[in-house]
């Protein structure tokens, strides 16, 4: 996409000086300006930004946003008055509305989802729901970009900068509706304030990331800030009603005049009635204001139904008709890495694929196959490094608490050392198997699966490597389960 120059005051900025530069490009690190920059020195997690500023001075940048602890902090390299000042007491809003000004596209019908569990199932929903409605789609998150438009993502929520600019590109290509995730990361720093919403979403609170969330009330904030901030007034709030918040949820979006469609197991505007569970999936008697609507979902797990129906509720809400919305329940398919049948054992044993790393999404994951299940039910689990410490005996539990047999082996073990993350998973599965190879982990899983037994190699999902220190080493769940299946039935010749 072209960058042009734009005009600092047309980016929504005033410089304390008065300048008002032509600007070329925004970055928000000072490795990526280049002549003509706007830089925006953001106050950091481990550093200031405008430690940068000098940095991004020589390389071209002809104007600085900040606060005022960065214009502090940078007042000599500032001095000379030669760069354009922007000091603002909300910087990183004043980030996300500057890219989206700069950008200058977003696709016309956009809506977030935010929750601790189920937020790229739910985008990825939306997206199908539109697609087969004959929409130009996209839903964007921990798995990119997909849809009518792809593209590879760093982040679940992005940078302003890299949003902005993917949002621009989509629409470049035609797309019309974009469903995106709102992590909570994302929306503590304001990463998707500059997007204007038609609807937001909320699946479930439960605990994680309380590494960089000081409480869980913090944490809920957070989350809480797509509601109570991103969501325009009278704009739609979809919210599961009977998970943990979901009712404090709904009562931040009322105050704000945001129509609620609230959506639960067993009350809601949209809820179920009758579930049949048949191997590949489910059929459920959706009820939508007093209308039932008996479809079948090819997907495994209550809580995918409850994706569902918050996704449902997003794109109703943006207008499409009820009816035609529950009319394309049948052809979802499900999100690669999520409850994903990866191999099946000569002798009928199924080994599922799935990304539950937080401790409700291990208990939920493993709830969700034990009707599928006439044997055992194995997991295989490990906690990431560099993440939230606190919830990995907690999974570890969780795994012991509705799986027949545990066996703990590493995630990503990031900067730690993956003994001391299995020792905290192993507090809550003391009688799990320590096999901290995942590949050999996988083998050991596949190898026990009898008749009626089922896997659930947990954490991981998508993810196509394994992050071990500064290296991503290529690594693939399902694609190991598939080679421990094809070892041990005998199918390599
Ligand atoms: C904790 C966190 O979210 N950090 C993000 C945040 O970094 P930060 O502002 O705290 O960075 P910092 O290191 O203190 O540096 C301060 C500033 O100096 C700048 N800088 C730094 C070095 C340099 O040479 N030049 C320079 O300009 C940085 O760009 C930054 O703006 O802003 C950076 C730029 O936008 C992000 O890259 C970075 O993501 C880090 C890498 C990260 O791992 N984030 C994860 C935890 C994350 O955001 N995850 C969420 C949730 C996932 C989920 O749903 O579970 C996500 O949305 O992906
Ligand atoms: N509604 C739900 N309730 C509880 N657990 C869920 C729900 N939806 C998904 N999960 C579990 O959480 C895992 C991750 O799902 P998904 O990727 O959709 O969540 P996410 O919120 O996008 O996660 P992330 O924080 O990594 O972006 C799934 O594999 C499943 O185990
Ligand atoms: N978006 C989540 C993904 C966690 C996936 C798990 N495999 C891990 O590495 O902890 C995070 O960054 O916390
Ligand atoms: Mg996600």
């Not at 593209?151 to 940078?159: D, G, K, Q």
């Not at 890299?162 to 019309?176: C, Q, Y």
């Amino acid at each position: 996409m072209r960058e042009t120059s734009k005009k600092l005051s047309s980016l929504g900025l005033t410089a304390r000086s008065g300048r008002n530069p032509d600007i070329t490009g925004l970055a928000v690190d000072s490795r990526d300006v280049r002549d003509g920059c706007l830089f925006a020195a953001m106050p950091g997690v481990i550093t200031h930004g405008a430690r940068f500023i000098e940095a991004a001075l020589n390389q071209g940048a002809v104007a600085v946003l900040t606060d005022a602890e960065g214009a502090s902090l940078a007042a000599d390299v500032l001095a000379s008055g030669e760069c354009a000042v922007v000091v603002s007491q909300a910087p990183r809003e004043a980030l996300a509305r500057t890219a989206s000004l700069w950008f200058g596209a977003q696709p016309g019908t956009m809506v977030a989802v935010t929750g601790t569990n189920g937020k790229t199932s739910v985008a990825s929903f939306v997206r199908q729901i539109w697609t087969l409605l004959g929409h130009q789609a996209i839903n964007l998150g921990t798995t990119g970009v997909e849809g009518a438009w792809t593209a590879p993502l760093a982040h679940t929520t992005p940078e302003p900068i890299t949003l902005h600019r993917a949002l621009a590109v989509a629409v470049a290509h035609g797309v019309t509706h974009a469903a995106m995730e709102a992590s909570s990361h994302g929306l503590d720093q304001r990463r998707l304030d500059g997007v204007t919403l038609k609807a937001a979403g909320f699946t479930n609170f439960t605990q994680d990331h309380l590494d960089y969330h000081s409480s869980f009330e913090d944490y809920f904030d957070a989350k809480a800030g797509l509601f109570a901030r991103v969501l325009p007034e009278d704009a739609h709030a979809v919210i599961h009603i009977e998970e943990e918040r979901g009712t404090d949820m709904a009562a931040i979006a009322t105050a704000r005049h945001c129509p609620v469609i609230s959506v639960g197991r067993q009350i809601g505007d949209l809820h179920m009635g009758q579930v049949q569970v048949d191997p590949t999936g489910q059929t459920v008697a959706f009820r939508y204001l007093g209308e039932t609507f008996v479809r079948r979902l090819p997907l495994i797990g209550d809580f995918q139904a409850e994706n569902v129906m918050v996704a449902a509720g997003l794109a109703i809400a943006c207008g499409d008709a009820p009816a035609a919305v529950f009319d394309t329940f049948e052809s979802l398919t499900t999100v690669r890495g999520r409850m994903q049948l990866a191999a099946t054992r000569e002798n009928g044993a199924a080994v599922f694929v799935d990304y539950a790393h937080t401790p409700d999404a291990v208990a939920t994951a493993l709830q969700a196959l034990r009707p599928h299940v006439l044997g055992r039910l194995i997991a295989i689990i490990g906690a990431g490094g560099d993440r939230d410490a606190t919830k990995r005996p907690l999974m570890g539990q969780a795994a012991t608490d509705h799986a027949d047999l545990v066996i703990v082996t590493d995630d990503n073990p990031r900067s730690e050392d993956p003994a001391t993350i299995r020792a905290a998973v192993l507090l809550g599965a003391p009688d799990a198997l320590e096999v901290g190879d995942r590949a050999e982990a996988i083998l050991r899983g596949v190898d026990a699966l009898g008749p009626g037994d089922a896997l659930l190699i947990a954490g991981k999902g998508h993810e196509t490597g394994q992050i071990v220190g500064d290296d991503i080493l290529p690594f693939d769940d399902a694609e190991q389960a598939s080679v421990a299946v094809s070892a041990l039935d005998g199918r390599f010749a």
